[in-house]
């Protein structure tokens, strides 16, 4: 279904470049090879009609690297900040591009923003809340180009099942995010 072929050193990228960050910290020069990336956003789409969790799930080959068996992950829509855009704006158009759903900016609620990788890039993420429902679904999703991404959904009464069953591997930002609607929006 899907293997590794081979792996190389990238003398030229896209999206990520490889730097070496010289620093003094406590009176001691010091180094730290990182990558500069891309920050982003993410959201936490909740789908009133089925009453469900709108997750996305795609093949990750660096998921893959660790785990030959299973490079599949089960992540929040995102989208990498590479636009001169609002972040919500952004958000709004990986919504529609990911999931099919035509949400308005405005209905995007922020979460929080934190960090992540911090051994070896430091990138921001924002993440937003989103409802939708049929009304809003405007086309299939899955991604562009030569993305293939899957939209899955997860019931109210299977999250917290979901959450911790290592079977499905899933972000931090997934379990951080499921852990605030908990917390914020609905008890269970």
Not at 87 to 107: F, R, S
Request: a negative charge; hydrophobic letters at 35%.
């Amino acid at each position: 279904m899907y293997k590794i072929n081979s792996i190389q050193p990238l003398k030229e990228s896209n999206f990520i470049k490889p730097i070496l960050i010289n620093y003094t910290y406590k009176s001691i020069q010091r180094k730290w090879e990182a990558v500069a990336t891309h920050d982003s956003v993410a959201v936490l789409l909740w789908h009133r009609d089925k009453n469900a969790f709108v997750l996305v799930k795609q093949l990750r080959a660096t998921v893959l690297n660790k785990n030959p068996d299973n490079g599949m992950m089960y992540e929040l829509c995102a989208g990498i900040i590479d636009k001169d855009k609002e972040n919500a704006q952004i958000a709004k158009e990986e919504i529609l591009e990911e999931c099919g759903y035509d949400i308005p900016v405005q209905n995007l609620k922020k979460i929080s923003s934190f960090y992540t990788s911090v051994g070896i890039s430091g990138t921001h993420q924002t993440i937003y809340y989103a409802e939708c429902d049929d009304s809003m679904k405007v086309n299939e999703g899955g991604g562009l180009d030569d993305e293939d991404i899957e939209v899955v959904y997860i019931p109210l009464q299977k999250a917290r099942e979901f959450m911790f069953d290592e079977n499905y591997q899933k972000t931090t930002g997934v379990l951080m995010s499921f852990y605030w609607f908990f917390d914020t929006q609905h008890s269970l």
